[in-house]
């Protein structure tokens, strides 16, 4: 009898230990497909970092470009506007030309006059 309980015994632990057996399998796989899930997420999230890093870089590169873009308009800017205050500074300077030379020719004029009359008045007497 003593011999009989304790095959049954070897035989209910043997059950225990094959249920065990079959329980850390299932957890060896569980954490195997689990950890296949999380390389899987690393991969994608380091295509995704990828892809940012690109983008960014991307964006960088255009906004150098407009950066330049903006400095030289802002030269073209400030050209501009010294060559419009030198016209207007030629243009201020031939307008006081152009009223000296009006002076002078009345001044001109009424010399002329002058001499006029006085040939007029030499030949009257």
Do not use: P
């Not at 990828?50 to 255009?62: H, M, P």
């Amino acid at each position: 009898m003593e011999r009989k309980s304790r095959l049954e015994w070897e035989r209910q632990r043997m059950q225990e230990l094959s249920t065990q057996k079959s329980r850390l399998l299932e957890q060896i796989n569980d954490l195997k497909s689990r950890g296949k899930a999380f390389e899987l997420e690393l991969e994608s999230m380091d295509d995704t970092i990828q892809t940012s890093q690109t983008k960014i870089n991307q964006i960088e590169t255009n906004i150098h470009t407009i950066d330049e873009s903006i400095a030289d308009i802002q030269r073209n800017i400030i050209t501009e506007k010294n060559l419009f205050e030198n016209i207007e500074q030629q243009k201020k300077d031939l307008i006081t030309q152009l009223n000296n030379m009006q002076v002078e020719r009345e001044s001109l004029d009424a010399s002329l006059n002058e001499l006029n009359q006085s040939k007029e008045f030499s030949k009257k007497y």
